[in-house]
C-alpha cells in the first residue's frame, strides 16, 4: 500500500515522482533516458552529528557492514554481484546522513534494487565479520591520519563546535570503533534504520510503473516501526576566536580557517554561496587575484559555504609557505573582513549567479549527480522543492543583502584558525600570534560607501530559469564526424542534445614521453601555462572570460599528452572557442606569470612528499624505468624547474603544437556541420608543419627483484608491486583489463582476501597503466607497518595463483559485464566523451575505438588472460616499492 503525496504543498521538480510506501519509506523516481544508465541511493536520515558521545563512528560502521553480508548473500556477494551486473557500489557517511548507492546499466535495474533492499534491511552484523571491518576502518582512520587535509579537517571541526557533535569526526577514533560490540551496532541499527527514516531515490532508464512494482515487493517488505525522535546538543553562542596549531611531519604548510554560519534552511544559504564565489573560487575570484596571483601570499587557495541541517561553516582555506603563515593568514582575512565593508560590484554578482544556476545545468548530465541532489533536499534540507526555492533566492538577492550576510557571519567571534605546519614553522607561531594577526586583518572602522543601484531585473549574461528545465533527457543517435582539415589538425565531433552543454578537448602528443632528464617537467609546466596570458588576454582576462560564461578551463599533462579541456553552456560556444583557439595558438608564456607558476610547481613538488599514495607511485615508476622517461615525475624536479625560461617554453611547445599533432573532440548541444565550420575558421591558418617525436630508449625488462624503500614518519605503509606491461595499442591491453578487473573491486579477490578476510588494508587495487609505449601493471596497497610483511606475501600470492591458474567462467564474465557497464557510465558526461574521443584519435587507436571497446571486452576470452597472466606477471622478478616508517620509529597513534 503507498499514500500518495498529492495533497501536499510539495513543489516537486519537473519529472519527479515522489510516493511514500505503508512502512513509512519515502520513494522518489525520475525517468532520464539519455544514457542506459540508471542510480539508485538509499538515504538514510542518520549520521555521525545524531550519535552519542561513547557512540562516535558507529554510523560509519554501519556503512562498512551493510555489505559484509546478509542472510541470502555471503560477505563479497553483494558486490559481486553488482560489479557482476556492471555497476559500482559504495557508501559514504556524512554528519546528517549515510547513503547507500548502486550505479549500474540499467538492463540490470531489477538486481540493483533486489541487492540494495536486501543490503540495506537484511544485514546479519556476524560479530566476527566486526571484528574483521573494526581491524579495516582501524587502517582507514591512519590514512586519514597520514593526510594533511584530513588532520587539519579534523582539527577545525574540534575547535569550531564545543558542544554540538559536529565537533566528533565522521570515522571516530581508534578506541572508539575498537569498543563496538554487535550488540550496539544492532541497537543503533533498531533505532535508525526503520523505513520511516530512509528515502530511496531512483533516477535513469527505467519505466516508472515497472520500479514502482519492484519496489513494492522488495522495500515494501520491510515492517513499518514508530518514526525517532532527534535529539542533538545544540551549539552555545561562540565567545571567541578559536585556533590551535598541529605540528605534522610535512613539507608544505596548510591553513584552514571557518566561520560559525547558518543552517541549509536558512534564507541566508544563497548568499552564503555567492559570497563563496566571489571570494574564492576560480581564478577571477577575490582571493585568487589580490592574496595568490598578486600579492603571492599562497600557493593556492579557495572558499566555499558547508551548511548542513544544524548551523554549518564558511571555510577559507589555502596551501602556504610554512614561514609565511601568519602573512598569509592575514592577507586572507582582509579580503574577507573587506566584503563586510564594501558591497559586490554588479559583474560580480552576475558571475556569482550565472555560475550557480548553470551548476544546474551541468549536473543533469550523470542520473548518479540527479540522484544525490534529489536525496539531499529530501533527506537534508528536508524539502523536494529546495532547489528551485534556493535558486529563486540567487537570481532576486541584491548586493546590499549579500554584504549584510557578510556582516552577520565574518566576525572575529565566529572565526576558528587551524594552521598544520612543519614542526620548526609550527613552533615558531602560537595562539597569540594568531589573533594579532586576525586582529591586523580586521579593519579598524565600518564605512559604508554608498552601494551600487540594485536591479532585480536579469541580464541577458545570465541563465534563464527556462533553461534549467530545457534538457530532453534523451540520448542521440548522431554519427560521429572525423574530419581533417587541409593542414592536418583533425576534428571529431559527436553531436546530441540531451543537455544544452558543449566539451572540447584538445590533445597532443606530449607529457613525460617527449621529455629528458634535462626536460623532465616541462610539459607541465607549459601546460599551466597555456592559461595564464596570450597575445590578446592577460592571464585574469581569460579567467574572467571563462567564469563570466560560467564555463571550465583546465590544461594538463600526463606521461603522453597535454591537453586544454573547456565545457560551456552551448549558447556560449562561440566565445569558448574563440577563447580556446587563443590559447592554443598564442601563448605568450610571459616572464612574469613564469616566475609565479615556477614558485607554485617548486611547492607543489614538496607537497607531492605528503602525498604518500602519490609519492608511491612515483618511487615505483623511477624504480621501474631505468632509461625510459616514464620514469620521470609529471611536475619534473627543483633542478629543472629552476631552469625554465620563456625562450625555452615556446621553443618546447612550437614543437608539440603543429597541426599534425593536435586533435580537437567537441561533444554535446552542437551542430556538426556548423561546429565544422567554426574550427577550420579557428584553426585552418595554423602553417602546416611536420611533427617528429623524439627516439626513446628501450627499457631493459628486470632480470631480478627491484625493490626500493622511501622512509616516512607516518602512521601506515605503502606498497606498489608490477611489472612492464604494454602500450595502449597492443591487443593485449583487453585481456589485462579483465585480469586486472577480477583482481581489484569490491568482489575482486585482493579486495575479498585481503581486506575482507585478512583485514590488512583499507585501501588494496590493481591498475594498469598503458602508454604509447609499454607501460606497467601494478598492485597498490596501505596498510599497517606492522602488517607489511603480511600484505606484500599476500599480494604476490594471488598474482602467483591468478598466473598459475587463470581466471574462472563466472570471473570471467563478471568482469566483461562490469567493464562494459562503467565504461556505459563513464561516458554520460560530454567532457568524458570528448577526452575518450580525443585521445583514441591521438593515440592511434581511431575513433572507432568509442563504440568498438565494449565488443573488444566481451570477446576477451578466459585463455588469453591466461596468456596474460603468464606474459606480463613475472613473479620471480617483481618491482616493488615501499613508503614507511624508517623500522622501530613508527609514530605512536593517538586517539
Given amino acids: 500500500m503507498c499514500r500518495s503525496d498529492a495533497s501536499t504543498s510539495l513543489e516537486l521538480p519537473p519529472g519527479v515522482t515522489r510516493y511514500t510506501l505503508g512502512n513509512g519509506l519515502t520513494v522518489i523516481l525520475q525517468e532520464n533516458h539519455a544514457a542506459p544508465v540508471l542510480a539508485l541511493d538509499v538515504w538514510v536520515r542518520v549520521g555521525s552529528g545524531d550519535e552519542r558521545d561513547e557512540e562516535s563512528g558507529i554510523a560509519h560502521v554501519h556503512e562498512h557492514m551493510l555489505f559484509k553480508g546478509t542472510s541470502g548473500r555471503g560477505v563479497g556477494d553483494i558486490a559481486r ?142 515492517s513499518a516501526r514508530p518514526p525517532l525522535m532527534r535529539h542533538r546538543d545544540p551549539e552555545p553562542p561562540r565567545a571567541g ?67 548542513l541541517r544544524d548551523p554549518g561553516l564558511f571555510f577559507v582555506s589555502a596551501l602556504i609557505d610554512p614561514h609565511r603563515a601568519l602573512d598569509a593568514q592575514t592577507a586572507m582575512l582582509r579580503e574577507v573582513f573587506r566584503l563586510r565593508e564594501q558591497p559586490l560590484s554588479h559583474a560580480e554578482l552576475r558571475k556569482a549567479k550565472i555560475n550557480i544556476e548553470a551548476d544546474t545545468i551541468y549536473d543533469k548530465e550523470t542520473v548518479q549527480g540527479q540522484a544525490q541532489k534529489l536525496g539531499f533536499y529530501e533527506s537534508v534540507a528536508e524539502d523536494l522543492g529546495y532547489e528551485a526555492e534556493y ?10 543583502e549579500v554584504m549584510s550576510v557578510a556582516r552577520r557571519y565574518f566576525q572575529k567571534d565566529l572565526l576558528s584558525i587551524a594552521h598544520l605546519l612543519p614542526p620548526g614553522a609550527a613552533g615558531a607561531i602560537d595562539e597569540r600570534a594568531i589573533r594579532a594577526a586576525a586582529d591586523a586583518a580586521h579593519p579598524a572602522s565600518r564605512p559604508r560607501p554608498t552601494a551600487p543601484r540594485t536591479a532585480r531585473v536579469q541580464r541577458r549574461e545570465e541563465v534563464r530559469l527556462s533553461e534549467l528545465t530545457a534538457c530532453t533527457g534523451e540520448g542521440s543517435d548522431h554519427p560521429i564526424e572525423r574530419v581533417v582539415l587541409p593542414n592536418g589538425v583533425t576534428l571529431v565531433i ?165 597541426p599534425s599533432n593536435l586533435v580537437i573532440a567537441v561533444v554535446g548541444d552542437v551542430h556538426t556541420q556548423d561546429v565544422v565550420g567554426r574550427l577550420r575558421r579557428k584553426f585552418g591558418g595554423m602553417r602546416p608543419r611536420s611533427f617528429r617525436r623524439p627516439p626513446t630508449p628501450i627499457e631493459n625488462v628486470p632480470e631480478k627483484t627491484r625493490l626500493r624503500v622511501v622512509h616516512k614518519e607516518k602512521a601506515q605503509a605503502h606498497l606498489m608491486v608490477g611489472f612492464p606491461g604494454t602500450t595502449l595499442t597492443d591487443p593485449d591491453k583487453y585481456a589485462i583489463e579483465v585480469m586486472n578487473t577480477v583482481l581489484a573491486g569490491q568482489g575482486g579477490r585482493l579486495f575479498v582476501e585481503l581486506r575482507d578476510r585478512l583485514s590488512l588494508a583499507y585501501t588494496v587495487t590493481s591498475f594498469s597503466l598503458e602508454g604509447v609505449d609499454p607501460g606497467y601493471m601494478a598492485v597498490y ?101 615501499l613508503v614507511r616508517p624508517a623500522p622501530g620509529r613508527s609514530r605512536r597513534r593517538t586517539n
Fill in 81 to 222: 554481484e553488482v560489479e557482476g551486473s556492471g555497476g559500482n557500489i559504495n557508501a559514504y557517511t556524512s554528519y546528517d546522513q549515510t547513503v547507500y548507492y548502486i550505479v549500474i546499466a540499467s538492463r540490470y535495474c531489477d538486481t540493483a534494487i533486489d541487492v540494495l533492499a536486501d543490503a540495506v534491511q537484511n544485514s546479519v552484523f556476524d560479530p566476527s565479520e566486526l571484528a574483521k571491518e573494526e581491524e579495516v576502518i582501524v587502517e582507514e582512520i591512519r590514512r586519514g591520519e597520514d593526510s594533511p587535509g584530513g588532520k587539519l579537517y579534523r582539527n577545525l571541526f574540534e575547535n569550531a563546535y564545543s558542544a554540538h557533535s559536529y565537533r566528533r569526526p565522521i570515522i571516530g577514533t581508534e578506541a572508539h570503533v575498537r569498543s563496538f560490540t554487535r550488540e550496539m551496532i544492532l541497537d543503533f541499527y533498531r533505532r535508525w534504520y526503520v523505513p520511516s527514516n530512509m528515502a530511496l531515490v531512483v533516477v535513469g532508464d527505467f519505466k516508472t510503473e515497472h520500479v514502482r512494482h519492484r519496489i513494492a515487493q522488495t522495500f515494501g517488505a520491510a
Fill in 241 to 307: 576566536l578559536r585556533c590551535v596549531v598541529v605540528p605534522d611531519n610535512v613539507q608544505q604548510g596548510y591553513l584552514q580557517m571557518a566561520f560559525n554560519t547558518c543552517n541549509l534552511q536558512s534564507s541566508d544559504a544563497a548568499a552564503l554561496d555567492i559570497l563563496a564565489i566571489v571570494l574564492g573560487q576560480g581564478e577571477s575570484s577575490r582571493l585568487y587575484r589580490r592574496v595568490k596571483a598578486d600579492q603571492r601570499k599562497v600557493h593556492d587557495v579557495r572558499a566555499y559555504s558547508y551548511l
Fill in 391 to 400: 535558486l529563486r533566492r540567487v537570481l532576486t538577492v541584491t548586493p546590499e
Fill in 494 to 658: 559527436n553531436e546530441s542534445h540531451a543537455v544544452p552543454v558543449v566539451a572540447l578537448r584538445a590533445v597532443m602528443l606530449g607529457g613525460s614521453l617527449m621529455e629528458d632528464r634535462n626536460t623532465c617537467g616541462i610539459s607541465d609546466f607549459i601546460a599551466n601555462m597555456l592559461t595564464k596570458g596570450t597575445r590578446r588576454r592577460s592571464a585574469s582576462r581569460i579567467a574572467e572570460e571563462i567564469e563570466r560564461i560560467a564555463g571550465t578551463l583546465q590544461s594538463h599533462s600526463g606521461r603522453n599528452s597535454l591537453s586544454v579541456e573547456m565545457e560551456v553552456l552551448s549558447r556560449h560556444l562561440e566565445q569558448g572557442l574563440g577563447l580556446l583557439a587563443d590559447i592554443l595558438l598564442n601563448p605568450t608564456f610571459d616572464s612574469m606569470e613564469l616566475q609565479k607558476q615556477r614558485a607554485d610547481t617548486l611547492a607543489a613538488i614538496r607537497r607531492r612528499e605528503d602525498d604518500l599514495a602519490g609519492l608511491t607511485v612515483d618511487t615505483f615508476a623511477a624504480t621501474l624505468f631505468l632509461r625510459h622517461p616514464y620514469r620521470f615525475a609529471t611536475l619534473g624536479t627543483a633542478r629543472t624547474v629552476k631552469r625554465f625560461t620563456p625562450r625555452r617554453l615556446r621553443a618546447a611547445y612550437a614543437r608539440l603544437a603543429v
Fill in 781 to 881: 596497497m596501505g596498510t599497517g607497518p606492522e602488517k607489511l610483511k603480511r600484505a606484500l606475501a599476500g599480494v604476490r600470492r594471488e598474482l602467483a595463483r591468478i598466473r598459475r591458474e587463470g581466471i574462472t567462467a563466472d570471473e570471467l564474465d563478471r568482469a566483461r559485464r562490469y567493464l562494459v557497464g562503467s565504461y556505459e557510465i563513464d561516458l554520460q558526461r560530454s567532457s568524458a566523451q570528448a577526452a575518450t574521443l580525443a585521445f583514441n584519435e591521438r593515440y592511434g587507436l581511431g575513433v572507432q575505438e568509442y563504440r568498438a571497446y565494449p565488443e573488444k571486452i566481451l570477446a576477451v576470452t578466459a585463455e588469453e588472460v591466461l596468456r596474460a597472466a603468464r606474459k606480463y606477471l613475472r613473479i620471480d622478478r617483481p618491482v616493488i616499492a
